[in-house]
Each structure stands twice: as structure tokens, then as C-alpha cells.
């Protein structure tokens, strides 16, 4: 019998439970977390067959760990993990940021290091929990896998395995290359729905406004409803990255405000007729 | 008999064909337009009965005439309707932009302003044409009502319960009043979303960041994929209000990237669990 430990039991940690014993890959699934609340929540929806608030005993009974929070909580479980880890198990994590996860990894899990491999599933939805778990979640979906020579090739093979027997496509790239890239279509796009939605509610009558608001607005800001700690978890570790893309992006709407404001039509037409024929051109995976 | 002149017969124009004909408002449809090809497809796909390029034609047989094109291209239409329409006859439109449309109709209807009533159906998709046209487009959406206190009142309540009758819920606010909320709610997103796929595709190697873009960058940029012409034209129609709304945004952003570079957490889970609050509370009418 193989046994997943799922430490942090939502939106993804949830999914992978339900995916990867889908797929065969696990037969039993336990889930640890801090909240009984949410823990009984996991068992009731049959996401978990066992749940329990000691780490020690979650994690000694995992051939898979799968370390599923927000990522400043990461080295902190890593520690424990690389306490209790047996011979053989196999650790992974969900994060959304990769360098900094790593080296968390590296630190926390010390001479089991070698037992673990990252992935990181473009996959998800704006609301938390593990009622949003769903057994198709990774289906075509993306999983960034982004191993550095410190890792065990045969454990990362196998972990890339896993994610192609539930129906993901497993990308390759260096932790870095994932930082940039993520900083730039996703990090950057939740910040600025979020400040959008913020600068508005903060106004006198933001309902004025709010009760108006159309589709158009409805699915820019969608991604605003999502996770505030997992988000501000992913700007912290990722911020250099974030940094220079939203420097980039400032000056981007410095440019198209100095045309509105002359009244240039001919320069923010090329700006909108560039962004439409790549946005028409774009293909988007799964669901 | 009554006819419907449309012109402009894309997105909005046709699907107003379609859904004011299934409520039995109209009979008959003559879509005006400039490029024959795009008329053919109209009356191919039964949302106009009768097409013509000729625009004396269309305004003269038109029992209720519906001017659907770019806003800057109002000024010219109006005029044209202003030396056709017949009596009786009542000319609205659907543009985006209130104080600058309604301006364009005073000036190009002369004494026939008496025969107009504005509209904005808060409907669409980002991606135009006839062939997205929809007969229930309309249905339970937003139409907002601007009138002034030259307008005569009867055929505003004319247009508005004709509104009511294809199923939409109508709502009244001055010109300006509209366009401040919808240069916040509407006009920015527009711009911020085209400005980012605008960004990332100036780099050397967009597609290796396009090609990871998931289901959040998906809805994000979901309009940036909608006419440039038509959203040109609504920027530099209510260029005061957007940007008044660009200034306030950059300000929010240079506050968030701020928290970021500090690393100051507290800062951004503040701001992210106040939009995170304020968006789910949100409901959206409408499919």
C-alpha cells in the first residue's frame, strides 16, 4: 500500500489527493493540518481516509509527502519533514515560487534532500479549500518541474512520472527561468487585479461603481478573490522578479496615459491592436 | 410594420437586432454598413432582413434607428441621421461614452434631438462581429439610461421600457455620472489588461512566457482580445475620467510595488484581503 501525507489539505493539496489515487498512483491518503475543523472537512468529503494534527506521525507514515502551503510556511515543514521522513519516501511541494522553495528545501530537509522533487501545477481557481478539490483539476494541465543538479535524477523522473500518469504535461525548466516567467503571467496579474479592486473599494461609494461592473470586470478581477496570505507569500519570495516586471508594467501605463492624455489615437491603437492580435493568437490548456 | 435600422450591425447591433425582434419590438431589420462582405454575412445569418450600403435608404425606412458604431465615428453618423430620419421616428445608440455621444447627437441630430434617447447595454464579449451576435445577449444585463433635461421624456421612456422588454433591467444616471464609474469599472481594466499583453509581447521571447500563461492570465486578459478601434475611441472620448483613474492606479501600484521591494507583508495582506473581501462579496447579473 502507498500513502500520500498531505500537509496543508486544500484547493491543490486536496486535488493531488483525489487525482493521484484516481490514477492509482496512492491507495491511502492522510492529511495533516493545524485546523480540525478543516481536517474533519477533508475526511467528510473523502479527500483524506485520515487525518491528524501531529506532523511526526503524518509525515512517518508518507511514502509521498506532498507539502501543499503557502510558501513562507515551507521551511518551517520542510524542517520537520527531513525529521521524520523515512528511507525511501519521496517529498514534494506545490509552490508557486521555485527558488526560494528550494532553498527551503535544501535547508529544511538536509541529508534527505535527495528525496525530494518540485513541481509546481499551473493549476487552480480563485476560491480556497479543500470543498473546491477536485479529482480533474491537473487534467492537461501544466506542471513545472524544476530540478538543479543537487537533486536525485531518479527521484525527480519519478515525480515527473506521477503528474503524466494524472494527466498532466510536465515542463522542464531551471528554477530560475520559472521565477521570471511566473513573476510576469502570473504574480504581475494578481497584483494588479488586487490593486484594482482595492483603489476602488477604498473610494467613498465603491458600491456606485461595484454595482456596475460587467463581465469584463468580473473575469479581470476574478483572480482578486483568491488566497490574500498565498499571494502575499508568492510577492514576498519572488520579489525581485515581481519587482522588475511591475517597474516594466509602470512605465507601460506611464506611455499609454501620456497618449490618452494628448489624445494620440494612432499610438494607443498599435499599443491595443499588438495586445489583441497576441491575446486572439493564444491557446490556454485544459478547461 | 415596424423597422429597425442598425447602423453598424456587429456584436451589439446585431445581437439588438436579434433580441428586440424576438420581443417583438420590431419586425423588420435593415443593417447599414460600409463593407458589403459583412452585410452579406449579416443577412446570411438572419439578423438583418434587408442590407444596404446606402445610408438615405436606411435612416429614411428606419421606424427606430440604432446608431452601433466606434464612438468616434458617431459625430459623422448622427449627421447623417439627423437629415434622413423620419418623423416619428426614434434614434438611440450604444456607445460607451455618454457626455461625448450625447454632445455628437445635439450637434449631428439638430432639431431632430428631440427624437433621441441614449443607451449602454453593459453587454458584449471581447471578440466582435456579426457572427457573435446573440438574442439573448441582453438578458438580465445592465442597460444605463443617461438622459438630460433636453431630451424629450417621452422617448426616453419609450427606449427604456422597450429595454425592459428584451429583458434587461434599466438604470438611470447622469452622463457624467456614468462616465466616472465606467472609466473605473471598465475603460481602466481595458487599458491595464491590453497593456500587459502589450509588455510581454515586446519582449525578445514572449511565447516562453505566453505559453505558461494559465487560467488566471486567461480571464485577466480575456478583453485585450477585444476591437482596438472601439476601445481607442473610448479612451480618447473620456480621456478626463480615465485618466483621473490612470493616476490613481499608478498610485496604488507604486504603493504595492513599495510593500514588495520592503518586504513588508502586513502592508500587502491588507491590501489583498481587502480586494480579496470586497470581489467575492460581488455578484454579477447575467450568465
Known sequence: ???????????????????????GIVD???????????LEKAK??????????????????????????????MPQVFEEVGKYLKEGAVVTDVGSTRTFVIRAALKGLGDKFRQYAPGHPIAGGELPGVEQASSDLFDKKVVISTPT??????????????????????????????????????HLPHVLAYGLV??????????????MAGAG?????RIAASSPVMWRDICLTNREALSKELTRYRKELESLQTYIDLGDG??????????????RGLVFPGK
Open 198 to 211: 482595492d483603489m476602488i473599494t477604498k473610494e467613498s461609494d465603491p458600491n456606485a461603481k461595484l454595482k
Open 266 to 279: 494612432k499610438a494607443i491603437e498599435a499599443c491595443f491592436e499588438n495586445a489583441m492580435r497576441n491575446r
Open 217 to 221: 470586470f468580473r473575469d479581470f478581477t
Open 44 to 73: 467528510d468529503l473523502q479527500v483524506a481516509d485520515e487525518v491528524t494534527t501531529n506532523i511526526k506521525e503524518a509525515v512517518r507514515k508518507g511514502d509521498i509527502v506532498v507539502v501543499s502551503v503557502p510558501v513562507l510556511a
Open 1 to 23: 500500500m502507498t500513502t500520500m501525507t498531505v500537509i496543508g489539505c486544500g484547493l491543490i493539496g486536496g486535488s493531488m489527493a483525489l487525482s493521484w489515487k484516481k490514477a
Open 149 to 186: 543538479e543537487h537533486m536525485d535524477k531518479a527521484v525527480v523522473d519519478k515525480l515527473e512520472d506521477w503528474w503524466k500518469k494524472v494527466g498532466s504535461v510536465v515542463q522542464r525548466m531551471t528554477p530560475e527561468q520559472h521565477d521570471e516567467i511566473f513573476a510576469s503571467v502570473s
Open 28 to 38: 491511502w491518503v492522510i492529511a495533516y493540518g493545524l485546523n480540525p475543523e478543516r
